[in-house]
């Protein structure tokens, strides 16, 4: 299917948002998206997803629509086009930023309406969309105010304000994330870089809870990327950490973490699985493989010697790495979710066909829905998978 | 809940009354978190510093899998494997 024309005046619209966007804070974004889509005669409301990707508040007026089950949720999640519902028309789009999934537009045509050319122009309007919240959320608090359901401790928004986005993907490879409970975080995290075919992930899981940890986490991504950004291999990564910890903190603690690099040129995944639960590879759909060789004790213990494992990752493999807090969380009978369980999800979740952050997401809500009571532990999951079929459905 | 502060206490209480070496029994422990092997390798450190040791003994099966799964068996006095 050739996707419709996209008609002069959103192209005008766009070349607005551009041009008006220089100098506009977050809290008028709404404005100036309404001012634009005049141009195409549309209108266009803003809804954002909140950090633990259930509820889409609005970003000037508005009710908010739940993700699940609802037409504007199935826009952000499967990333598609959606009509709403009544007789107007009036459609949810997904917005993006690169694969990152921001939230959804409402858009709204005249009745006369040609919905295949004013979609494809609106798609391109979302677009930019995407890339402006992106880039005016750091200049101001209202769009972190419109993404969070409730406030955040201390802990977590110094965490939040130190990850990677949550999904990035190139022609051929996705990574995507996920961090549970959104609110609260203290001492999991995820970190990844991909420069050309280089894909450089890591997952941490600090002792203790709250600002404790997130320090300590803190540290960790602090040493290890400003190694990582001088070329240093997993050993002088994984020792950066070390010497980190040890240099700022006397009370022995340590993160448990996973440092992996994969080469996309001829598949060779490296890893170090410091003390922490083993990765697992899955390979047409099913676990195939986990990572637990490598190994040496959590950063920021002496490590001893050690040598870091290397395995052939496959095109259409993927790799979940996971900390603690997913397969440990309990049930009311206070029973563990278990990596039997984890994987399981896992092979299901993938046979749909779901973008991977939508994997993510299913998996992520299986576990907290089940856990009883709040958390115990931070949760944290990360997917990569070396598909251009699967880079594909994380766009629009 | 927090009973690896108790333990932490108790074993740098040892270690500057002059004790060590120490050998901590587990075999009561029926659970081990992240806190508690912080607790344990401070301890060790702390042994370390003056010139004694610590190390670990009788472990229920899984407390002992936890601290294989963690790499700090070996650290702790325990076979690795």
């Known amino acids: ?396 | 809940m927090d009973t690896h502060v108790e333990m932490e206490d108790a074993i740098l209480g040892a270690l500057r009354s002059g004790a060590g070496p120490l050998v901590v029994d587990l075999a009561e422990v029926s659970f081990l978190d992240s806190s508690g092997i912080r607790a344990l390798l401070h301890g060790r450190e702390a042994a370390i510093g003056r010139g004694t040791t610590l190390t670990v003994r009788s472990p229920q099966p899984i407390v002992a899998n936890v601290l294989r799964l963690t790499n700090v068996a070996g650290l702790l006095g325990l076979s690795s494997s």
């Open chain 1, 1 to 396: 299917m050739t996707p419709a024309a996209v008609p002069a005046a959103w192209r005008d619209a766009v070349a607005e948002l551009v041009e008006a966007g220089h100098r506009t804070g977050p809290a008028e974004l709404a404005e100036l998206v309404s001012a634009a889509a005049a141009k195409p005669a549309a209108t266009i409301s803003v809804y954002l997803t909140d950090y633990q990707q259930r509820t889409l508040h609005p970003l000037s007026e508005g009710a908010a629509e739940l993700v699940n089950g609802s037409p504007a949720g199935l826009a952000f999640t499967t990333l598609r086009t959606v009509r709403a519902d009544g007789p107007a028309l009036r459609f949810w789009v997904p917005i993006v930023n690169g694969t990152e999934r921001l939230g959804v537009v409402l858009a709204g045509f005249d009745d006369g309406a040609d919905p295949a050319s004013e979609l494809a122009g609106c798609r391109l309007f979302a677009g930019m969309i995407g890339h402006l919240i992106t880039a005016k959320s750091q200049y101001g608090d209202h769009l972190e105010r419109v993404r969070r359901s409730r406030p955040m401790t201390p802990a977590a928004d110094l965490l939040w304000s130190l990850l990677p986005p949550l999904t990035f993907a190139t022609p051929e490879a996705i990574v995507t994330a996920i961090l549970e409970p959104c609110y609260e975080v203290g001492g999991d995290a995820f970190d990844y870089s991909v420069d050309g075919p280089i894909v450089r992930l890591a997952v941490y899981d600090a002792v203790g809870k709250g600002m404790r940890a997130a320090l300590t986490t803190a540290t960790t991504l602090g040493a290890v990327r400003t190694t990582r950004r001088t070329g240093g291999d997993l050993e002088s990564l994984a020792g950066a950490a070390d010497r980190a910890i040890r240099g700022e903190f006397d009370d022995a603690r340590f993160v448990t973490a996973v440092l992996a690099d994969l080469d996309l040129r001829d598949g060779r995944l490296r890893y170090v699985n410091a003390g922490h639960p083993a990765p697992v590879l899955f390979r047409h759909g099913a676990a195939a493989e986990t990572l637990d060789q490598g190994r040496r004790p959590p950063l920021g213990v002496e490590p001893g010697s050690y040598q870091p494992a290397e395995l052939r990752f496959r095109p259409g493999d993927r790799l979940l790495l996971y900390t603690d807090g997913v397969t440990e969380a309990r049930d009311v009978s206070g029973t563990q979710f278990g990596l039997d369980r984890l994987v399981a999800l896992a092979e299901d979740v993938s046979q749909e066909d779901l973008p991977a952050p939508e994997t993510l997401r299913a998996l992520a809500h299986t576990v907290v829905d089940r856990q009883a009571g709040p958390p115990r532990d931070d949760a944290t999951l990360v997917l990569v998978e070396w598909s251009a079929a699967a880079a594909d459905r994380a766009v629009p």
